[in-house]
């Protein structure tokens, strides 16, 4: 599966944003889909996840509250809806693919994923 974000930008703090990752190849509702995030000098880390058929989602604790990740598989598309957003949100935000052994699971190591996306910057101005 190839996957392309877009919806990146930059916004003021306490402004919004709402990431696409768009999917082609193999079938997209098979796969548990997972958002991370890099920022310069730092680790990639779990942002939220969602399982294959949008029934369970998951989030790291920085974003609870303000970030809803979901999913239209007819459409072959996650998103990540991002609210009051910080300063320190600001990083390079990757979707990434998984086909996990127990379906209800959404992992959050990076390793665990086999596709990912290229990549778009957010960036949030105090």
């Known amino acids: 599966v190839q996957l392309v974000e877009s919806g990146g930008g930059l916004v003021q703090a306490g402004g919004s944003l709402r990431l696409s990752c768009a999917a082609s190849g193999r079938a997209f509702s098979s796969y548990s889909i997972a958002w991370f995030r890099q920022a310069p000098g730092k680790e990639r880390d779990f942002v939220a996840g969602?399982?294959?058929?949008?029934?369970?989602?998951y989030y790291a604790d920085s974003v609870k509250g303000r970030f809803t990740v979901s999913r239209d598989n007819a459409k072959n598309t996650a998103y990540l809806q991002m609210n009051n957003l910080k300063p320190e949100d600001t990083a390079v935000y990757y979707c990434?693919?998984?086909?996990?052994?127990?379906?209800?699971?959404?992992?959050?190591?990076?390793?665990?994923?086999?596709?990912w996306g290229q990549g778009t910057p957010v960036t949030v101005s105090s």
């Open positions: 969602i399982t294959w058929d949008g029934g369970s989602t």
């Open positions: 990434a693919a998984d086909l996990p052994e127990i379906p209800t699971v959404v992992s959050r190591t990076p390793n665990e994923y086999d596709y």
